[in-house]
């Protein structure tokens, strides 16, 4: 099932929570709402299930207008970051109560055995007759998944569907989610504000800030190719460094980056830790060691440059250095952008 959104505008009060969004997810894809609280997301989320009406523009699914469709009759199925399971009910009754609600009927045989199935299929089978207070939380998110499938539906949405679990079994989750879904093949839509999961999980990546989309792509496109400083920062550590450019060239503390199609005047540079190196002996910017963390699979360097700029730089664990060492930041690789305002 295709879905577009088409210039979708949603109002509350005075705030304007989204901005003219426009957005085409095709069938099968998993498409992650990547952006801080306040982005967005959760609302444009909300539009697609019909727990929220549009103020502007429209929702299709496939060829169909379902911009004003009830929420009951548009065949999504939604998975909350808290599982919303009844606490009073078996885990194959909280499974089971979609299809005993729904417009469908199916007799209790039928029902059981879509119980079962999708037990099986979230590897939860003999857990059916406990509690969800008899079972982990990994597991409840499991039971929830399978409760949102059991009404077989033609999309799914997932509101920041792990994010009450620890980090090791938000992990496990994930992976077992993007095997789920190739099994499967249901369109899925879902919000995080955790970069690691969206790029972990998705096919494509919509990048949200204040109501729009600042950039969508896979996560190589995103990664490799942030198209502003807010998606640089946004995507992980990054370190920023004020530079001069002139004749297509950026320059800081003595160290040249090719800066083709930037006025001349000032500018930043962007580097991720992973694109720096620490050495003894020039060329580079020079810089003094002001702490050094260590990890199982490197160190980390914060240095101070010549400039008073602070900078970040991860290193493999043999790299020799101190607090107080002088010495030199190499730039491996680097992202231009002309400076805000």
């Known amino acids: 099932m295709k879905i577009r959104l088409d210039n979708v505008v949603k109002t509350f009060d005075t ?10 997810i095709g069938s099968g894809e998993l498409v992650a709402l990547l952006g801080p ?82 037990l099986r299929l979230v590897r939860l089978e003999g857990l059916g007759n406990r509690f969800p207070n008899q079972i982990s939380g990994g597991q409840r998110q499991r039971v929830a998944l399978a409760r949102a499938l059991a009404v077989d539906p033609k999309v799914l949405l997932l509101d920041e569907p792990f994010g009450a679990l620890d980090a090791n079994v938000r992990r496990d989750l994930r992976r077992w989610l993007r ?17 690691e999961e969206a790029l972990d999980l998705a096919d494509r990546v919509v990048i949200l800030d204040q109501g729009r989309i600042v950039q969508e792509g896979t996560p190589e496109q995103v990664c490799r190719t942030p198209n502003s400083a807010f998606v640089m920062n946004f995507l992980g550590d990054a370190n920023r460094l004020p530079a001069t450019v002139s004749d297509g060239k950026a320059r800081v503390g003595g160290t040249e980056l090719e800066a083709a199609g930037f006025a001349n005047g000032r500018a930043n540079i962007y580097l991720r830790p992973r694109d720096l190196d620490w050495s003894a002996t020039e060329p580079g910017i020079a810089a003094t060691v002001t702490r050094v963390i260590d990890k199982p699979d490197g160190r980390r360097i914060l240095a101070t440059t010549v400039d008073g700029d602070h900078v ?22 680097a992202r231009v952008f002309a400076e805000a305002g």
Not at 15 to 24: K, N
């Open 15 to 24: 705030f304007r929570a989204v901005h003219g969004v426009s957005l085409d």
């Open 37 to 118: 609280s306040g982005s967005g997301k959760t609302t444009i989320l909300r539009m697609v299930a019909g727990l929220e009406f549009t103020d502007g523009g429209t929702i299709h699914f496939g060829d169909q207008d379902a911009t004003d469709i009830p929420v009951r009759d548009r065949g999504v199925g939604f998975v909350f970051q808290h599982y919303a399971l009844f606490p009073h009910m078996t885990v194959a009754e909280n499974v089971a109560f979609g299809m005993k609600v729904s417009k469908v009927k199916r007799s209790a045989a039928e029902i059981a055995a879509r119980v079962d199935e999708l």
């Open 312 to 333: 970040e730089l991860d290193v493999v664990p043999e790299t020799v250095a101190r607090v107080g060492d002088s010495g030199f930041v190499r730039i491996h690789r």
């Open 179 to 195: 095997e789920i879904h190739e099994e499967l093949g249901i369109t899925t839509l879902f919000v995080t504000h955790d970069q």
